[in-house]
C-alpha cells in the first residue's frame, strides 16, 4: 500500500550545521508531497508542498525535491538554527480526489546552540 | 483569521470514563479530520468528515470512539470507555474540499489512568 519512510527518528546538529532529513515513499500514482513541522505544544503545520515529479519546494529556507526516479522527497537546509528544533513530518496524498494524507513517523531535529 | 480551536488543552481521566473533546475548524474549511498521536504510532487517521457527513469512520477505532459534527463549525471526539492505552495526542485538523493541505489545532494531551 502507499506508505512513508523517515529512517531518522531523531537528528541532532548544532546551529548552522546542514540539515538533511531523509523520505521515500511509495506509491503506485503520481502523489503530491508534503513536509509538515511540529512545534512543541502545537500541531502540525504545512512547511511546503510539491505537486509535481522532479519539481522543488523552497520554504523559510528549507527545500525538498520530489525525485519520482528515486522515489524520495528529502527536506535539507544549508543553516539551521536552534529555533528550527522541532518534528518534521514527510507525507503524501496519492492522488488529487484523494483525501487521506499517509504522514511518516517524523523526525525529532534538536539544534544545539 | 482563527485557526483551529481545541478543548480542552489537557485531560486526565479514570479508566472507564467517558470524555468529549472538542474541535471548532477554520471558518469556511469543509474537510474535519481526527487523529491520535503517539510517539510509537506516530499519527493516526481516527474519522473524517466532509461538509459534515462521516466518510471515515477509522476502522479499528470504532467500538469506543465516536466523532459527530454537530454543525459545520464544531466537532466532538467521544471516548466511551477509556483505557490507558488511549493516553496520547488527539489532533484535530481541516482543509477547504480537496485542498489536501491541513490545518491542525494544538491538540488535546490526554491521560488516562
Known amino acids: 500500500g502507499d506508505s512513508v519512510t523517515q529512517k531518522q527518528g531523531q537528528v541532532t546538529l548544532s546551529e548552522d550545521d546542514f540539515l538533511f532529513i531523509n523520505c521515500t515513499y511509495s506509491?503506485?500514482?503520481?502523489?503530491?508531497l508534503f513536509w509538515y513541522v511540529q512545534y512543541p505544544g502545537q500541531g502540525p503545520q504545512l512547511l511546503l508542498k510539491?505537486?509535481?515529479?522532479?519539481n522543488k519546494g523552497i520554504s523559510r529556507g528549507f527545500e525538498a525535491t520530489y525525485d519520482k526516479g528515486t522515489t524520495s522527497f528529502h527536506l535539507q537546509k544549508a543553516s539551521v538554527q536552534e529555533s528550527d528544533s522541532a518534528v518534521y513530518f514527510c507525507a503524501l496524498v496519492y492522488d488529487t480526489n484523494a483525501y487521506k494524507v499517509i504522514f511518516g513517523k517524523g523526525t525529532h531535529l534538536h539544534v544545539l546552540p | 483569521d482563527a485557526g483551529v480551536t481545541q478543548t480542552p488543552r489537557h485531560e486526565v481521566a479514570e479508566k472507564g470514563q467517558t470524555i468529549i473533546l472538542k474541535c471548532e475548524p477554520v471558518s469556511g474549511h469543509n474537510d474535519l479530520f481526527w487523529y491520535r498521536q503517539t510517539k510509537i504510532q506516530g499519527l493516526e487517521l481516527l474519522s473524517y468528515?466532509?461538509?459534515?457527513?462521516?466518510?471515515?469512520d477509522g476502522g479499528a477505532f470504532k467500538d469506543r470512539f465516536k466523532a459527530e459534527m454537530l454543525n459545520s463549525s464544531f466537532s466532538t471526539l467521544k471516548i466511551q470507555p477509556t483505557e490507558p492505552k488511549d493516553s496520547a495526542v488527539y489532533l484535530c485538523a481541516s482543509s477547504l474540499k480537496g485542498a489536501h493541505e491541513q490545518y491542525f489545532g494544538p491538540g488535546t494531551r490526554l491521560t488516562v489512568l
Open positions: 506509491t503506485t500514482t503520481y502523489p503530491t
Open positions: 468528515f466532509r461538509s459534515k457527513s462521516l466518510m471515515e
Open positions: 510539491v505537486t509535481t515529479a522532479n
